[in-house]
């Protein structure tokens, strides 16, 4: 019985070879495929938009408080 209880012990080891660490190897290029392949071209599309929805709230707010003196 203790000879089968090692080779679970031995195969359980075996499993990881990075002392239990996740393998990781490529994960910081994908980092930066995804920061420049998805991330930029949608900052380059939000970032005009957002400055075009605030300058249209500046506009309905100038509305709202100046109608009641024209």
Excluded at 2 to 30: I, M, W
Excluded at 43 to 49: K, S
Aim: hydrophobic residues 45%.
């Amino acid at each position: 019985m203790k000879s089968c209880r090692h080779q679970l012990r031995v195969r359980e080891q075996s499993c990881f070879p990075n002392d239990g660490r996740p393998n990781r190897r490529g994960a910081a290029t994908l980092d930066h495929v995804l920061l420049l392949g998805v991330i930029f071209p949608l900052v380059a599309i939000v970032v005009p938009q957002g400055m075009r929805l605030v300058r249209g709230v500046y506009e309905m707010i100038l509305v709202l408080i100046s109608w009641p003196f024209m």
